[in-house]
T-cell receptor
Framework: AQKVTQAQTEISVVEKEDVTLDCVYETRDTTYYLFWYKQPPSGELVFLIRRNSFDEQNEISGRYSWNFQKSTSSFNFTITASQVVDSAVYFCALGPRGSTLGRLYFGRGTQLTVWP | DTGVSQNPRHKITKRGQNVTFRCDPISEHNRLYWYRQTLGQGPEFLTYFQNEAQLEKSRLLSDRFSAERPKGSFSTLEIQRTEQGDSAMYLC??????????????FGPGTRLTVL
């Protein structure tokens, strides 16, 4: 079965706080891809990052960082020094390589609210 | 604008009517996906095209739903005899890639369907 679990439904922080969004996935595929998307209030999903299962290096992009741990099937996302503009719903998604390279399996999302 | 476009952005219809949505992908992308998103949920996969070939359909895609991509460019999603349960945001995404890679999907703004 392919499944993504984002246990945190809502998170509220005050501006400049660091925040980590959790993502746990399940797949039997040995090769797969993981993604994070942001959905701001305007509604359009914005691609943030793609990682493949062979690359466990953590990645940093500005205030964003991602921690991929295959041993715990987790792909967590940290925003450092959060800003009001980070307020959005964040989705983690799984793309199993063993399927038709088509569908993504999304989690239910985490609503992040950053207060000024 | 070179992003994914969808029309219409909003559609209100009465139960039992047919509706059709259009998606124009990023021009160089050979893959096109349809997803459905209901309130508080992540996008759920509906179907996927590689060029003009429909390669995968979800069980969510009942026989009232049909999707086409006749020339491998734009795509249409038709819902016949709409039901109130069809009310959702219908998202289109596109990506490039071959059988050996799995590139990120870029999403359009969605068509919000309300069935009265």
């Amino acid at each position: 079965a392919q499944k993504v679990t984002q246990a945190q439904t809502e998170i509220s922080v005050v501006e400049k706080e660091d925040v980590t969004l959790d993502c746990v996935y399940e797949t039997r595929d040995t090769t797969y891809y993981l993604f994070w998307y942001k959905q701001p209030p305007s509604g359009e999903l914005v691609f943030l990052i793609r990682r493949n299962s062979f690359d466990e290096q953590n990645e940093i992009s500005g205030r964003y960082s991602w921690n991929f741990q295959k041993s715990t099937s987790s792909f967590n996302f940290t925003i450092t020094a959060s800003q009001v503009v980070d307020s959005a719903v964040y989705f983690c998604a799984l793309g199993p390589r063993g399927s038709t390279l088509g569908r993504l399996y999304f989690g239910r999302g985490t609503q992040l609210t950053v207060w000024p | 604008d070179t992003g994914v476009s969808q029309n219409p952005r909003h559609k209100i219809t009465k139960r039992g009517q047919n509706v059709t949505f259009r998606c124009d992908p990023i021009s160089e992308h050979n893959r096109l996906y349809w997803y459905r998103q209901t309130l508080g949920q992540g996008p759920e996969f509906l179907t996927y095209f590689q060029n003009e070939a429909q390669l995968e359909k979800s069980r969510l895609l009942s026989d009232r739903f049909s999707a086409e991509r006749p020339k491998g460019s734009f795509s249409t999603l038709e819902i016949q005899r709409t039901e109130q349960g069809d009310s959702a945001m219908y998202l289109c995404a596109s990506s490039s890639g071959t059988e050996k890679n799995y590139n990120e999907q870029f999403f359009g703004p969605g068509t919000r369907l309300t069935v009265l």
